[in-house]
């Protein structure tokens, strides 16, 4: 098969298009033409080198949608010529936090593209429980931008952050894969939705995605423009990291809920930890989310509740170039590969 991918970590050069053998299928698997594949900065984090130990040659890429050529034996729940989304999180299914719905907890879970052979390809074999029904009406491209970012995003603000009714949230970076999808869950509850972006003709565009509040963190000063014109929020989905992290706590009130999924500003933040105990804010960690939830995301996202927001779409050759403008660039929204 036809598939870019590395065999060192490095820049947007070492990805490589060439001739990898196709996977087969074993039992309870399932080969998915890949029709499209979107691009996260989890993929750059990988090429990079994130997990120095992965056997080479590898192929990247987690977002993918597509129609199965072939299933392998005991596959029940999909056929041959289904039209199909791809779960990018993988689990053994069998121990006490994947049988409770925690899925993402379980000491097997992997990602797709990340750990295992991922969907820059034109043809990626996943466990059957990967297999998500297709949204109807969606471009391939549109379907390809879904899993990851929406995933994320709905188990940092609903499941972790316990979003309520009405709430004052603010999402961090909302041109963002995962803050496009946060700014328009957080408003499916009607909360007053704050977001920030780091370039003026980003401000409309997240106007128009339904944010309330935008602003500018590189014009104004964070912290002071909220506070200013908000208050104190009751929710923080934040992925910045230590660069922001203290303003985000003072920008929260008593009681109120940081929810973190990333730290790409760099990890070691330091806390005033009066905020924690005397004021009560709840700092919360959340990876991906369980395979449970994205049906329920399908289902908002076929009915037009919530729609993925695609920057670029670009053919799988020029997966270089795709790398270049998430990296470089900090699009507003997703770069999504059309394969084949
Ligand atoms: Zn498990």
Not at 160 to 188: F, N
Not at 211 to 223: C, I, S
Not at 241 to 248: M, T
Request: charged share 25%; hydrophobic share 40%; net charge positive.
């Amino acid at each position: 098969m036809r598939a870019v991918y590395i065999e060192e970590f490095g820049g947007p050069e070492v990805l490589k298009f060439g001739e990898l053998p196709t996977p087969k299928p074993g039992p309870r698997e399932v080969l998915v033409r890949v029709k499209a594949v979107s691009v996260n900065h989890l993929d750059i984090w990988v090429r990079r080198g994130v997990y120095r130990d992965l056997p080479f040659p590898h192929v990247l890429g987690s977002d993918i949608a597509g129609i199965v050529e072939e299933v392998g034996p005991g596959v029940r729940n999909v056929r041959v010529g289904d039209r199909v989304v791809v779960n990018p999180g993988t689990s053994c299914g069998v121990c006490e936090n994947c049988l409770r719905g925690m899925d993402n907890l379980c000491k097997d879970y992997k990602i797709l593209g990340e750990h295992v052979w991922g969907g820059y390809a034109e043809y990626v074999k996943v466990p059957d429980a990967n297999i998500l029904p297709y949204p109807e009406g969606l471009k391939w491209e549109e379907a390809a931008a879904v899993p990851l970012t929406f995933l994320t995003a709905w188990h940092a603000v609903v499941t972790k952050g316990k979003i309520e009714q009405g709430e004052k949230v603010l999402v961090m970076s909302g041109g963002g894969g995962v803050g496009s999808a946060a700014v328009q869950i957080a408003k499916l509850f009607n909360a007053y939705v704050i977001t920030t972006v780091g370039s003026d003709w980003k401000v409309e565009r997240a106007y128009a995605l339904g944010a309330d509040l935008v602003v500018n963190w590189r014009k104004e000063d964070l912290e002071r423009a909220i506070r200013e014109k908000v208050g104190r929020v009751d929710l923080v989905i934040d992925h910045t990291g230590q660069q922001h992290l203290q303003r985000l706590i003072n920008l929260t009130r008593w009681g109120g809920r940081v929810v973190i999924y990333g730290a790409t500003s760099g990890y070691k933040a330091q806390v005033d930890l009066r905020h924690i105990f005397y004021r009560q804010v709840s700092l919360i960690g959340s990876t991906m989310g369980s395979k449970g939830e994205m049906f329920r995301i399908l289902k908002l996202v076929e009915d037009r509740k919530l729609k993925p927001v695609i920057y670029r779409v670009l053919p799988l050759k020029q997966a270089q170039e795709a790398h270049r403008l998430l990296e470089g660039f900090s699009p507003f929204g997703k770069v999504v590969m059309t394969v084949g």
